[in-house]
């Protein structure tokens, strides 16, 4: 393959046939396209093993298995209801044969202070999820190290919980005889929500993630 070249001599422009690529020309091009191809799967490897890609990603996946995981657990006892109930006598009456049973005092002491009662409610219904996750990302950004162990926790008590549901599904207090739904009475009451009654699962009091989410 040969090449026009264009020289100018003084005012004059001439233009000669030239060879093609040289051999040194050759082994630079193979040069560049070796680099090509060996970048091909160094991006990718770079991309999987990168914070904020395949590991942020894996993160994700692991947080859709878990709903999933709890979304399951709640169908699995739907239909528990009468178990659910008599095991939340048991441990009344267990709480009782302890001396333990103070809950129903704590929540007259404080039935006439509505607007305690509706923050206490709105409390429980927004921070719970929304507060766990500002935190992990608060924890991811902040060390992988510390964020890997918290995240650990975090699924093995969360594991630990679902298997302790399904074993021994309970009826919350709110349910039982002597004590005031104040969701369905003060508000604000997430339960009235379709979307949410297909999700939550109502008869997992103990132990309450709530808590279990808090304390890590």
């Known amino acids: 393959v040969r090449f026009l070249v264009r020289f100018r001599r003084g005012a004059r422009s ?21 680099r090509v191809v060996e970048a091909r799967p160094g991006l990718l490897s770079r991309f999987w093993t990168a914070r904020y890609g395949g590991v942020l990603l894996r993160e994700f996946l692991l ?13 699995v006892v739907k239909d528990n209801h009468r178990a659910a109930f008599d095991n939340a006598r048991e441990v009344m009456s267990f709480e009782r044969t302890l ?68 074993a021994y599904p309970l009826a919350p207090p709110r349910m039982m005889p002597g004590f005031v739904d104040t969701m369905a009475v003060f508000g604000p009451n997430p339960y009235h929500s379709d979307a949410v009654k297909s999700f939550a699962n109502q008869y997992a009091a103990m132990p309450s993630l709530h808590v279990g989410w808090a304390l890590v």
């Open 63 to 75: 947080l859709a298995v878990m709903l999933w995981l709890y979304r399951y657990v709640r169908f």
């Open 14 to 34: 001439e233009y000669r046939l030239s060879a093609g690529p040289t051999a040194r020309h050759h082994g630079r091009l193979e040069r560049v396209r070796r």
């Open 99 to 166: 001396g333990l049973d103070f809950e129903e005092g704590i929540q007259r002491a404080i039935l006439g202070h509505e607007t305690l009662v509706r923050g206490i409610n709105r409390y429980y219904m927004s921070v719970h999820f929304a507060g766990t996750v500002a935190f992990l990302i608060w924890a991811f950004v902040r060390s992988s190290a510390g964020y890997r162990t918290v995240r650990r926790i975090l699924v093995l008590v969360t594991l630990g919980a679902l298997v302790i549901h399904v």
